[in-house]
């Protein structure tokens, strides 16, 4: 017996969803975006086994898997260990493509960032670029209260 769906095309529909939602950060990104966005600031915390300062910070040492301690300042300027160019626009990016994530380990931490590159062209950005945090002048408590790092 042949089955009646074998011969049938599938449709495709082509729709966009918005899913509102909200959640708590939590004690440790709580404090982490709240010095962002007050003193223009980068906290790490470090790990009381392995000594890795992380970044951003973590309640847990995802390396040694024990409760992370101490707070430790991080510069705002650091090294792109990775990136990639985002060149499609898939309707939730905050910028218009082509544009640049980059892993950046800043000066202070052991483990990288991801976050926005800007005031440079996609083709110029390098692996090993230093580059520095740009803070947007209205901040609200987000990531995105730094707008982009820059090449120094």
């Known amino acids: 017996m042949s089955n009646v769906w074998e011969s049938v095309e599938p449709r495709v529909y082509e729709s966009q969803i918005k899913v ?3 959640w708590q950060a939590g004690e440790t990104a709580s404090r982490f975006l709240l010095t962002l966005k007050n003193e223009k600031k980068f906290l790490g915390k470090k790990c009381p086994k392995c000594a ?3 970044m951003p910070p973590r309640k847990v040492c995802p390396y040694c898997f024990v409760e992370t301690g101490d707070w430790v300042d991080v510069s705002d300027e650091g090294v ?8 499609r626009d898939t ?6 493509p082509p544009f640049v994530y980059a892993v950046i380990r800043l000066d202070g931490a052991d483990t990288g960032l991801v976050h926005l590159l800007g005031e440079i062209e996609p083709g110029a950005v ?3 670029m230093r580059v520095k945090a740009v803070f947007a002048e209205e901040r609200t408590g987000k990531i995105l209260d730094v707008e982009h790092f820059k090449p120094v």
């Open 80 to 87: 792109i260990e990775t990136f990639t160019v985002a060149r």
């Open 126 to 128: 390098r692996a090993g």
């Open 20 to 22: 509102p939602y909200a």
């Open 91 to 96: 309707g939730i990016m905050p910028l218009k």
């Open 52 to 54: 890795k300062v992380l």
